[in-house]
């Protein structure tokens, strides 16, 4: 969203790098909500019952999410209200002229597709499917309104195929080979017994209670998202095993296990110099400001303290692990039993 929405906000006044944290921010709270989101498919269907079979339904973490989610991103829009503001607006005449340039009032036909995988998903439908069509439908009305192509979605230049297809393909395969080797790496663990062992010694020595276990969970999600900013969909992958070990040790119910961990490595890969949301943004930045010279890119550490809802929802993670808030034992057959500090 930064190539749309940090030109346009510019020329709406706001401020650079408040303006650079808000996109962060909306990036994280769809991640924490969003039933086709990485980070809630894999924080829901990482964690598994104690006493009957299967992982969290998503769509019921979603919903027990919900409140800590709701909660900082009303925090992060009152901060955001208060300092978004530029204290040099862009001259009005100017921002005007660029608008009449570069503005394309057909592009929110695509607005559509996304509607519909909202739809779709919101409905339960196969994630595959889901994105699926919103891919087909997203490139026929593309076509059909003139935005692009066939051939800025695919073709051959120099004996190479280039394109939006190709490019996309061939982004997501180094992601696709190194979540394999994660993945791999995670299951040498559990057959290892080194998974059992380190579980054991933190419920033996440091793990007594459920709020024990709560806040272990948080510090493990946090320092990997510290460690694994690159991408918080590895971090998330790479913790999940000990957090449902700790979890099931504990009997934490597969919801609370999953809102831990899906809120708290939404934080600080989203704000961190080197954390991959930061640096894609910083690259768009880049990108789009050889189209609008008034974009000017930002320095990484600019947005540390501006992506107000990682940093509120960490908060309020733990402000919840510590409280007690919404904390949920796992009952018979898998039900949800409110725990006395809740």
């Not at 395969?173 to 290892?192: A, E, P, Q, R």
């Amino acid at each position: 969203m930064g190539f749309i929405l940090y030109p346009a906000g510019l020329l709406l006044g706001s401020n650079p790098a408040v303006l650079g944290g808000a996109i962060l921010s909306g990036a994280a709270f769809g991640d924490n909500l969003a039933p086709v989101s990485d980070t809630t498919i894999i924080s829901a269907t990482s964690q598994t019952y104690k006493y009957k079979e299967g992982t969290a339904e998503i769509g019921g973490v979603v919903k027990s999410r919900f409140k800590y989610v709701i909660v900082a991103g009303i925090i992060a829009a009152v901060l955001f209200w208060f300092f978004g503001g530029s204290a040099t607006s862009t001259n009005t005449e100017s921002a005007a002229k660029i608008l009449t340039e570069y503005q394309n009032p057909m592009g929110l036909l695509l607005l559509i597709p996304t509607a519909v995988v909202i739809w779709m998903a919101v409905k339960g439908k196969s994630i595959f499917a889901t994105l699926s069509t919103g891919i087909i439908l997203a490139i026929i009305i593309g076509l059909a309104a003139g935005l692009f192509s066939v051939a800025d979605l695919a073709m051959i230049e120099d004996g190479a195929v280039v394109g939006a297809i190709p490019d996309g393909v061939a982004g997501m395969t180094t992601v696709s080979i190194l979540l394999m080797v994660v993945v791999s790496m995670g299951n040498l663990l559990v057959k290892s017994g080194c998974m059992e062992t380190t579980v054991n010694w933190l419920n033996e020595k440091v793990i007594k209670t459920p709020r024990d276990a709560d806040l272990a969970i948080f510090l493990l999600s946090t320092i990997f998202g510290i460690l694994i900013a690159a991408i918080n969909t590895i971090a998330n992958i790479c913790v999940s095993p000990f957090v449902n070990a700790i979890g099931r040790k504990s009997d934490l119910h597969p919801y609370r296990r999953a809102d831990i961990l899906s809120t708290a490595v939404c934080s600080f890969p989203f704000f961190v110099p080197y954390g991959g949301c930061v640096l894609l943004l910083l690259g768009t930045m880049k990108s789009v400001s050889s189209t609008y010279p008034f974009v000017q890119p930002l320095d990484p550490s600019s947005l540390f303290f501006t992506v107000f809802y990682s940093w509120a929802v960490w908060f309020v993670t733990l402000f919840a692990c510590i409280s007690g808030w919404g904390r949920e034992l796992e009952g018979e057959d898998g039900g949800r039993v409110k725990h006395p500090s809740a």
